[in-house]
């Protein structure tokens, strides 16, 4: 099932998410439904508070290319964050409107810790793109968008032109 995408400035997207202390049908259930919105977006990355459930929780897919599909599912996700910092070009976001991208620095090396679909223990060390999309996706489940990572310039040029084009359409309407 295709689930609504939460949009910037829904405050919602500003929570800390609690953690998932066990995994449910329901959790289950979501998981397949975040992976479904996610392709069809289509996107690399979808976190739980985007369709609004403020829970540790996230899907990504770092499969690049003609490369087949490599979808997880990841609940209480923790980045342990090492290496150089990089600068992940045009990064966008699902939840931040207009297609709006920007520059932004990251890691190159993250170690990852967290439990899968069926409960299992992940650690694993994470690279390049792969460690750009967990580091983005964590970042929603504390609250923080890729906006709140580019210059107080850049910021409020976007915030500007949003609230515009919000005004325009809702008076189209
Ligand atoms: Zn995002």
């Given at each position: 099932m295709l689930l609504d995408i939460v949009k910037y400035?829904?405050?919602?997207?500003?929570l800390v998410c609690k953690p998932v202390n066990e995994i449910t049908d329901d959790l289950r259930r979501l998981a397949d439904d975040m992976l479904e919105t996610m392709y069809k977006a289509p996107g690399v990355g979808l976190a739980a508070p985007q369709v609004g459930r403020s829970i540790r929780m996230l899907v990504m897919d770092d499969a690049?290319?003609?490369?087949?599909k490599n979808p997880r599912v990841l609940f209480n996700p923790v980045l342990e964050l090492s290496g150089d910092d990089v600068v992940s070009e045009r990064e966008g976001c699902?939840?931040?409107?207009?297609d709006y991208r920007a520059d932004v620095v990251r890691k190159s090396d993250v170690r990852l810790t967290a439990m899968g679909i069926d409960g299992e223990p992940i650690d694993e060390r994470l690279t390049g793109f792969s460690a750009i999309i967990a580091q983005h996706e964590t970042d929603h489940l504390d609250g923080?968008?890729?906006?709140?990572?580019?210059s107080r310039l850049r910021r409020s040029l976007y915030d500007s032109r949003l609230r515009k084009w919000l005004k325009r359409r809702n008076q189209s309407a």
């Open positions: 400035p829904d405050p919602r997207l500003k690049t290319g003609d490369a087949p699902l939840s931040v409107p207009m923080i968008l890729f906006i709140d990572r580019i």
